[in-house]
């Protein structure tokens, strides 16, 4: 069941009977009552406040998916008694934020959340979205019908909502980064995705949205010395990671030895520790059998084997692989767009729920903030003439990695370079021409400046422009994940930091290194490389390469498929990879290819 849902219909007088109908087939019991208009989940329960958001607020109903991170900051700016705060939920707090600031609350709210407010008073439908994205909100409407909530199954398990499939959106994927193309869009013909940092209202006139938040350069944000720059962002990662702690709740982090999930280890260890509770730590590594054919990131995960309080417990995912699931195409229903490591995920999330674990830390995106690699900066010093900085910086990065100097600037030079007319792409999923030319699919834009902060403010927009959401790792997603280094402190302090605190003495991504400095391992804290997430992947995909093709050549001649998936040069790439080659076409391609059959089979014109 969705963990966001809600009903609302505008008509005067409202279709009760379709109400609850809808809540049916959301599996709420149909004694439930509808208030006035509309019916909504109990998600994002009120707690002990249930009975005084009734009285405090009679007027209005919320469904919500939320944790908020700033709860104190929000009781004072409320006025709310503390010791009465501490005994209401987050809804609540939504309620008085909306209550007070209407719809302009979003600015004053810190967390991960998606919730919707219906007003009796304006008969009005408040929807509202979190800066980063971490909670979907999707929503259909039609007429006077307007329904929510966190999946698009939930959607269309609705009566009266058409399965019809969003040809320009899946059209779209023929090229890489091409699946985030009109990125409100989702692959349901009119089932729209609520963008990240956005609030939406609708009544009987139509829909207004708006945009509440974007990343800035804001300069002041960062001391001007490097060591209070690094004291700074140090303070803010730690607030980050302790307002995703939950009390009485099993917290596991996901470790990978790389720099950005370490980070969120050894710093939610110290926490944890301070307050005497432990950390599970879960790893992704070879499994026994295949040590001896490829290595793995085992010498930096046991880095953490001797702190006080982590568990680690290795995930190897044995028998898995990329095509895992493809005889159940209705797990793939809500979108095609899934990783081809995802078994590797969900291994991780069996071994969490075995554990009773609540919430999983991740290290996702650190790219955006603190682990920003930088290497703009080069190029910013080229064009700002700065060649003594330049010459030294190459030179340090020539000692620590071994990179050409030349070879470095050359790389710069061609990120700047627009895409030639004619250029052609690697295909991400094999459409056929003519469903392909339905989806005016464009080369991706690159940013052409040469300023760091300004190409990474471009690159950050650019993701959260995607309606980013939790899609792509698992087939399920039972269990509840946060990513500290994407909370919104972080991403604004790191945006603003000078480019000569991200690039240093020959290494990239210095923030992090520099911030955690004695907190992270040493081995960690300057490692320059790191290895696949699963590094036997091609090994895994060739075991079930039969599976595959197998599976692929059941696709008849008079499949509707073939109108859209190029089925017989799919069939032709299923061969065995060497795997010491890279190969993009068994990483991504093949894989991405057999996940939009699966999707596909939902519609029915779309079926033998």
Request: proline fraction near 7%; hydrophobic fraction near 40%; aromatic fraction near 10%.
């Amino acid at each position: 069941m969705s963990a966001l849902w809600g009903a609302v219909d505008f008509a005067s007088p409202a279709d009760i009977s379709w109400l609850r109908r809808t809540g049916v087939s959301l599996g709420v019991d149909p004694g439930k009552p509808c208030y006035g208009p509309c019916i909504f989940s109990t998600s994002g329960a009120l707690h002990s406040s249930d009975g005084l958001a009734q009285t405090t607020f009679p007027h209005l109903t919320i469904a919500a998916d939320v944790r908020l991170h700033n709860r104190e900051d929000l009781v004072g700016a409320l006025g709310i008694d503390p010791v009465p705060a501490r005994q209401v939920g987050d809804s609540y707090l939504l309620l008085a934020a909306y209550e007070k600031w209407g719809e302009e609350c979003g600015c004053f709210l810190l967390g991960e959340f998606a919730f919707a407010i219906w007003d009796g008073r304006r008969r009005r439908l408040f929807c509202c979205r979190d800066q980063i994205g971490f909670r979907p909100f999707v929503y259909w409407r039609m007429g006077p019908r307007f329904l929510f909530a966190s999946t698009p199954g939930s959607i269309l398990a609705a009566p009266d909502v058409p399965r019809k499939l969003n040809r320009q959106k899946l059209a779209g994927m023929v090229i890489g980064g091409g699946q985030h193309y009109y990125p409100e869009d989702t692959f349901h013909a009119g089932i729209v995705s609520l963008p990240a940092a956005s609030w939406l209202t609708v009544d009987m006139t139509g829909v207004r949205q708006q945009l509440y938040w974007e990343p800035e350069i804001r300069p002041e944000l960062v001391p001007r010395k490097p060591e209070d720059a690094f004291e700074a962002l140090r303070q803010l990662l730690f607030k980050a990671v302790e307002c995703r702690l939950e009390d009485g709740v099993t917290i596991a982090a996901e470790l990978s030895g790389g720099l950005d999930s370490s980070a969120v280890t050894a710093i939610a260890a110290r926490h944890l520790e301070n307050s005497g509770r432990n950390l599970l730590a879960l790893s992704a590594v070879l499994p026994e059998d295949r040590r001896n054919q490829a290595l793995d990131e085992r010498e930096f995960i046991d880095q953490f084997r001797s702190w006080p309080g982590v568990r680690i417990e290795y995930v190897t995912a044995p028998g898995n692989g990329p095509f895992d699931s493809i005889e159940t195409p209705d797990l793939f229903a809500d979108t095609p767009l899934r990783t081809s490591r995802f078994y590797l995920y969900e291994a991780l999330e069996r071994a969490a729920r075995s554990n009773g674990t609540g919430v999983v830390l991740r290290g996702d995106m650190g790219e955006l903030g603190p682990s920003c690699k930088g290497q703009r900066y080069y190029t910013e010093l080229a064009v700002k003439f700065q060649w003594l900085t330049l010459s030294r910086e190459l030179h340090k990065l020539h000692t620590i990695q071994g990179t050409a100097p030349l070879r470095c600037m050359a790389s710069r030079v061609r990120e700047l370079l627009p895409h030639f007319p004619g250029h052609r792409f690697d295909p991400f999923v094999l459409l056929t021409g003519d469903f392909a030319r339905s989806g005016r699919a464009l080369p991706p834009l690159a940013s052409s400046t040469p300023n760091q902060r300004q190409h990474q403010a471009a690159v950050m927009r650019r993701f959260l422009g995607r309606a980013f959401n939790r899609t792509g790792q698992t087939v399920h997603g039972h269990i509840r994940t946060s990513d500290p280094l994407l909370d919104k402190r972080v991403l604004e302090f790191c945006l603003a930091a000078p480019p000569n605190l991200k690039v240093r003495n020959g290494y990239g991504r210095y923030l992090i290194r520099g911030s955690l400095d004695g907190v992270l391992p040493r081995k960690i804290q300057w490692r320059t490389g790191k290895l696949p997430f699963s590094p036997d992947y091609f090994s895994r995909y060739n075991a079930q390469l039969p599976k595959a093709r197998e599976w692929v050549a059941a696709v008849g001649e008079k499949d509707p498929i073939r109108s859209v998936i190029d089925v017989e040069r799919l069939g032709k790439l299923l061969q065995p990879v060497e795997p010491g080659v890279r190969s993009k076409v068994a990483r991504d391609t093949v894989p991405a290819t057999i996940y939009a059959i699966c999707f596909l089979r939902q519609f029915p014109e779309y079926r033998p």
